[in-house]
């Protein structure tokens, strides 16, 4: 099973601010939605509960939550308490590859689990409070890179970038 984590994140590694977003980029938003799409999705309880309540749990997808709440409830979703736990749930489900969409916890948690990113690369410094582990580029080939112009629904340039791990 492919192990991938899926994030979109500024130049200085910047995730998210006050629990949301930072920035509203809805090609970002459709290119998640189709990249994960039909597959099963670990997420932090903080994560979780960032999402709005119409998109509780994402729709066409497990949903597993990881959070050291023992009684905590999502409901549409299977709560687990560790990133370990989740990857083993998704891989009973015979997933060909698993997302780890964070946050920052569980990105960092993850990486070392990883065998593919996808990551947004926003071409733009902003303000935020959760940032991305810092990535070694030595351990990753890219594999594909495609370009989205600034334009009137999205303030900033950004790349859909995949990595792969090396071997």
Known sequence: MIISLIAALTTNRVIGKNNDLPWRLPDDMKYFIQTTKGHAVIMGRKNYDSLPDK?????????????????????????????????????????????????????TQGMAHANRLYLTEIQTELQGDTYFPVLNKSEWIE?????????????????????????
């Open 55 to 107: 998109f509780k749990p994402l729709p066409n997808r497990m949903n597993i939550v990881v959070t050291r709440q023992k009684d905590f409830k999502a409901p549409g979703c299977k709560v687990v308490h560790s990133l370990d736990e989740a990857i083993e749930l998704a891989k009973t489900t015979n997933e060909e590859e698993v997302f780890n969409i964070g946050g920052a916890e569980l990105f």
């Open 143 to 167: 594999i594909s890179r495609i370009h989205h112009h600034s334009d009137d629904r999205h303030a900033y340039a950004f790349d859909f970038v995949v990595y792969n791990r090396k071997l």
